[in-house]
């Protein structure tokens, strides 16, 4: 099985300048990337064939993913017209799968997104979420965390007189409440041909698999960076999963 992983970045961010090629917690962003990726194919019992690939118009970016020590990556510089910020990132991961299937000739059956800027991810996730790719054979699996808070209990939203439940209902305890996950923005893994259809993430046949609450928090501020690396610093000294990821860069 072939299998082509993307990391993509661009040299632009609102939140935080510059943030994909920031030190966090003593080396680069994406470096902890690179290195939960490493671990699970060093790791896995699944038989794959794969590709890296980091797709980028930071030149800065590109200098730090080829110089890694960690493992191998391939490059696609970014057409500047998948750089802007309305651009959809689904965009940018097709036309990364459509380069390399021209530049390797050959095909894959699976293609798995990585955020850099969601760092706290272990090679078991990674390992779950193709795994349950395989198995359901959706057109995409999704990496979450179970929500804090409810749309049917306890979550409302501005109206004419106030504030409203988000879904009306009459439940009195969250327990009864149908159970909602926050996507994490971490964990992506694509059947090809849907990817290339062009239709959204969630609007075909969707699976998902549940990973660690805490550790995952996207870095779009200077708060989300400074609460994680507070975060990251305890999970690299008490949780396996997390220290090894620290360890191998």
């Known amino acids: 099985m072939k299998i082509l992983f993307t990391i993509c970045g661009r040299a632009g961010s609102k939140g935080i300048k510059s943030k994909n090629i920031q030190s966090f917690v003593g080396n680069y962003l994406p470096y902890y990337t690179i290195s939960a990726l490493d671990l699970f194919l060093k790791n896995t019992d699944l ?18 993913m080829k110089e890694n020590t960690i493992r191998p990556v391939e490059i696609i510089k970014r057409n500047p ?3 802007g910020d309305t651009i959809g990132k689904i965009e940018v991961i097709k036309d990364c799968l459509v380069k390399m299937e021209e530049r ?15 760092p706290l991810r272990t090679s078991s996730d990674i390992d779950k979420l193709i795994k349950k790719h395989i198995d359901k054979h959706p057109d995409v699996t999704i990496s979450v965390t179970s929500a804090r808070r409810n749309p049917y209990f ?3 939203m501005s109206c004419e007189n106030g504030v409203r439940k988000v879904i009306e209902s009459d439940y009195t305890a969250r327990q ?3 159970k909602v996950f926050d996507m994490n923005a971490s964990l992506y893994a694509y059947s090809p041909g849907y990817l290339k259809s062009g239709r959204n993430i969630l609007d ?11 550790g995952v928090l996207d870095i779009d501020n200077e708060n989300d960076f400074e609460l994680m690396e507070v975060i990251a610093k305890y999970l690299f000294k008490k949780t396996p999963g997390f220290a090894e990821i620290y360890k191998n860069i």
């Open 204 to 214: 075909g046949y969707c699976e998902y698999i549940e990973m660690y609450d805490t």
């Open 47 to 64: 038989d794959i064939s794969s590709d890296i690939i980091v797709n980028s118009d930071s030149d800065m970016l590109i200098k730090i």
């Open 176 to 178: 009864q409440a149908p």
């Open 104 to 118: 390797k000739g050959y095909s894959y059956e699976i293609v798995v997104d990585l955020d850099i800027t969601s």
């Open 154 to 156: 306890n979550q409302v």
């Open 81 to 83: 017209n998948l750089a």
